[in-house]
C-alpha cells in the first residue's frame, strides 16, 4: 500500500464481479478506484458488487465514483451492489440520501446471490 | 565616553500591544493555535486529516465527532486542490485551527480564483440522486457536519472557508434538559 493506503482487489463470480475496496477513499486515491471500475466496463461486465468491509474513509471524491458509473452500468442491464459497509461509512452515504440509489447489503454473498434473483 | 542610545518606539510597542490585546479577546485565554501550510495537492489530504484528527481527539470530541470534523476538512481542502487554481500557477493550502475550551475552529484559505459558495450550498438533493450527478456535494457536506461555516472570497488574495465544531453544542444541552425533564416526569407518574 502506498502512503495514502488504498487497495482495490477484483474477484469474479460468473458474470458478477466483486471489488474489494480497503483503505481510505478520497480525491487522491478516487482515480485507482475509477480505473478499477472502467476496466469492467470495457470488458462489458456491469454486475458488480462493491464490498466496503476494509475501507475505513470515504469523502465525496469517492462517493462521486459511483454516481460516476451507475447511469452507464444500470443502462447495460448491471448494477453496482454494496456489501458489508461498516456504520461509520453507512453515516456518510446516509448524509446524503445514497442508499435510496444504492441497495446496500450486509454480506457480500447476499449481494452476489441478489444478481441471480433478478 | 561611549554612549549607548536605546531607541524607544512607544508608538510602535502600543500598537503591538493593542493587536496583542485585540489577539487575546478573538482567541479566548485558553485558545491555542496551529497551523499547516502544504502544497495544493491531493497527496497531502491524507496528512491534513491526520492534523486535523489528532487535535479533535486532543480537544475532547468522540470519534464520531472527529471524523465529522475530518471530513469537512478534506472537503475544503478537496475543493482547493480542484478547483483554486484552475489555470493558475498552483499556491497553498493553509489550514489554520484554533482550539478553545467550547470550539474546534478550522480555517482552509488559498490564494486561488475564488467561487461562489451560495452556489452549492443546498443542493436538490433528490434531483441530483435522480439525476447521477456527480460532485458539487463537499460544501453541502461541509454545512452539514459543522455547527457553524463562513466563507470569505478575495479572489488571488485570499478565499477562506471557516468551519466551527462545539465542544459541547447547545443543542445537545437542550437535549438533555429535555430528557431529564421526562424522566423527573415519569418518576412523579410512578
Known amino acids: ?27 487522491h486515491t478516487a482515480p485507482e478506484f475509477e480505473f478499477a471500475i472502467q476496466e469492467l466496463l470495457q470488458n462489458n461486465r456491469y454486475k458488480m458488487v462493491v464490498d466496503f468491509q476494509e475501507l475505513n474513509y470515504i469523502s465525496s471524491a469517492g462517493l462521486g465514483v459511483f454516481m460516476g458509473f451507475i447511469e452507464e452500468v444500470r443502462k447495460n442491464g448491471g448494477d453496482i ?4 459497509m461498516n456504520e461509520k461509512v453507512f453515516k456518510i452515504f446516509d448524509l446524503l440520501g445514497f442508499p435510496n440509489l444504492y441497495e446496500i447489503y450486509k454480506s457480500r454473498n447476499e449481494a452476489i446471490q441478489k444478481f441471480r434473483t433478478t | 565616553m561611549k554612549s549607548t542610545r536605546v531607541e524607544t518606539k512607544p508608538y510602535k510597542n502600543s500598537e503591538q500591544l493593542k493587536s496583542k490585546a485585540r489577539e487575546t479577546t478573538i482567541l479566548g485565554h485558553h485558545a491555542k493555535k496551529y497551523r499547516l501550510i502544504t502544497p495544493s495537492e491531493s497527496a497531502n489530504l491524507e496528512l491534513i486529516r491526520d492534523f486535523i484528527g489528532k487535535l479533535a481527539y486532543r480537544a475532547g470530541f468522540n470519534g464520531d465527532h472527529v471524523s465529522k ?38 480555517t482552509v484559505s488559498d490564494k486561488g480564483v475564488g467561487f461562489d459558495p451560495e452556489k452549492f450550498a443546498q443542493p436538490d438533493m433528490v434531483e441530483y440522486l435522480s439525476k447521477f450527478k456527480k460532485g458539487g456535494l463537499g460544501i453541502h457536506l461541509i454545512h452539514t457536519l459543522m455547527d457553524e461555516v463562513t466563507f470569505k472570497i478575495e479572489p488571488l488574495r485570499k478565499n477562506s472557508v471557516k468551519m466551527i465544531k462545539y465542544v459541547h453544542k447547545p443543542e445537545s ?6 430528557q431529564e425533564i421526562i424522566l ?7
Do not use: W
Not at chain 1, 451492489?81 to 458489508?84: P, Y
Open chain 2, 69 to 106: 470534523i475530518q471530513l469537512a476538512a478534506d472537503e475544503a481542502c478537496t475543493n482547493v486542490v480542484h478547483h483554486a487554481y484552475e489555470d493558475i500557477p498552483a499556491g497553498p493550502i493553509d489550514v489554520e485551527i484554533v482550539v478553545n475550551r467550547d470550539k474546534f475552529q478550522i
Open chain 1, 81 to 84: 451492489k454494496l456489501a458489508q
Open chain 2, 184 to 190: 423527573r416526569e415519569t418518576k412523579k407518574r410512578r
Open chain 1, 1 to 27: 500500500m502506498d502512503q495514502n493506503q488504498f487497495e482495490v482487489t477484483r474477484q469474479d463470480h460468473d458474470d458478477v464481479s466483486v471489488l474489494a475496496i480497503k483503505g481510505f477513499l478520497d480525491a
Open chain 2, 173 to 178: 444541552a437542550d437535549k438533555l434538559r429535555q
